[in-house]
């Protein structure tokens, strides 16, 4: 048993597009859905303190809209050349799927009685202290209210976001500014490999990580992420270094079976474990890429 674990009161979840959308046409996976909030509130109700780092929003907002074609490689044109049209309807997307989505976590919660709210964060939430002062003492005061936050990029205005960020690394931040004990990183693989398993069947599977050195984040490969997210293991691994400099532990873990939540918290062996190393120097403004 993870004994370190049994002991987090303060839980972040990060749960990935992939495992809440329906593969096929990107709508909202509402069985599954069901199934995280239902988790999620249970947690709360044994105790908890709990954030969900919830994405979804562009893959929901594409199939509302019914938009094709939206997945591009490039990034934006640079400054002086127009806005490009993928990002501009990205955005637009963003927007209508991130308040569906918003309404279907509402829906769901309030099933349970189970107060949420929504938080969407930017770069400049973090990097600017006041914003992110404020960000923390909002949490702060959810948790006192008995909430369960759902937070987000705000993908429809920040531009930055959309290109560079991703919700692994937003989870291991809001778990750091709201001084999280567990953040709970699930997502469609078991967790960490000496190779990628899809391709090199030699791959060992990895349950406990005590530091994270240069060796793991060689095992870090990008080509497992999947098409709606943005994230593949080295967004994990980036993740991961946040997490542990600023005294998260952090477990990676398959979002197939969303019962994983509640057997992760009650310490058995799922995922891959990352212990805490807390660095006395952490500085979150380090973490992040700059502008
Ligand atoms: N924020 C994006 C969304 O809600 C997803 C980002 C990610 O997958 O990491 O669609």
Redesign the pocket.
Known sequence: MRENIKNCKKIVVKI??SSITHKETGGADLIRLEKLVRELTDLHSAGHDVILVS?????VGVKAANIKDIYYDGRSKSEGEGPDEKLKIKQAC?AI?QARLMMIYQKLFSEYNQLTAQVLMTKRTVVDDLNRFNAKNTFDELMNLGVIPVV??N?TLSTYEIEFG???TLSAIVAAITEADLLILLSDIDGLYTDDPKRNPKAEFISEIGHLGKTVEGYAKDSVGSMV???GMSTKISAAKIASAAGVEMVIANAEDLGNIHRIVSGEEIGTYIHACRDKDFFIGDHLKDD
């Open positions: 990935g597009s994405s979804g929003a562009i893959s963003a799927g987000n990029e993908d991703d919700n692994d997210g943005t994230g």
